[in-house]
């Protein structure tokens, strides 16, 4: 079976331009979160998603913002980027909120 | 709130050797508990992880983890380590009880196994 799929995996952009990143989840997954990855720190939770609704935010300003989808695919929108989102954003998916969660690879952002 | 604190931020140890990662954890509630690794420029792989039962997990590559109450903690070993052990590993913690999905991670310890 796939796993968790992310795209892209690399991404560079300006300061103050937006970015949407998009996952995948396991097939038969319901459960989708987010979370931002700086070097050299652990992964910050950033949402959870569970139906198409939003089950769980982290400690992020309103310029982050995610959605999900019927087939419970996501998007992770970032405005105003700023240098300091540069990171390594995960996705993981769940059966369920309370289920275990598996990564993907990440999608690497660059903000110059 | 939740919170990890991984004892070591970077464990050398020679190839062949025992190997202890430590993880000591903050809740005031029951707990998961995770170990995830992340090789370089990839994502995280889980390791193993405490939800209930056996205080002792075992996990993929000969890894396991002993899950304290008392004194809250969730170490990782390995009884003998290769060269391919090399990487980053990190525990989390969530609370089954309220959303399981929003893990608290520390900041990670770098293992580098020596030949």
């Known amino acids: 079976d796939a796993g968790v799929t992310q795209s892209p995996t690399h991404l560079i952009k300006t300061r103050g331009q937006q970015v949407t990143l998009r996952c995948s989840p396991i097939?038969?997954?319901?459960?989708v979160s987010w979370y931002q990855q700086v070097l050299g720190q652990g992964p910050q939770f950033i949402f959870q998603?569970?139906?198409?609704?939003?089950?769980g935010r982290g400690n992020f300003p309103d310029r982050f913002s995610a959605r999900q989808f019927p087939n419970y695919s996501s998007e992770l929108n970032v405005n105003a980027l700023l240098l300091g989102d540069s990171a390594l954003y995960l996705c993981?998916?769940?059966?369920?909120?309370?289920?275990?969660?598996?990564f993907g690879p990440g999608t690497r952002l660059l903000v110059l | 709130a939740q919170s990890v604190t991984q004892l070591d931020s970077q464990v050398p140890v020679f190839e062949e050797a025992p190997v202890e990662l430590r993880c000591n954890y903050s809740?005031?509630?029951?707990?998961?508990l995770f170990w995830y690794v992340q090789y370089p420029n990839q994502g995280l792989q889980l390791l193993l992880k405490?939800?209930?039962?056996?205080?002792l997990v075992k996990g993929i590559n000969g890894f396991e983890a002993e899950f304290n109450k008392s004194q809250t903690s969730f170490h990782l070993r390995k009884p003998s380590v290769h060269i391919s052990d090399t990487a980053e590993y990190f525990c989390?913690?969530?609370?089954?009880?309220?959303?399981?999905?929003?893990?608290?991670f520390g900041d990670g310890t770098t293992l580098t196994v020596k030949p």
């Open positions: 993981a998916s769940s059966l369920d909120p309370y289920k275990t969660q598996y």
């Open positions: 097939s038969g997954h319901k459960s």
């Open positions: 998603y569970y139906e198409k609704e939003e089950r």
């Open positions: 809740s005031s509630v029951s707990v998961y």
């Open positions: 405490y939800l209930s039962g056996s205080t």
């Open positions: 989390a913690v969530s609370d089954p009880n309220t959303n399981a999905g929003k893990s608290t």
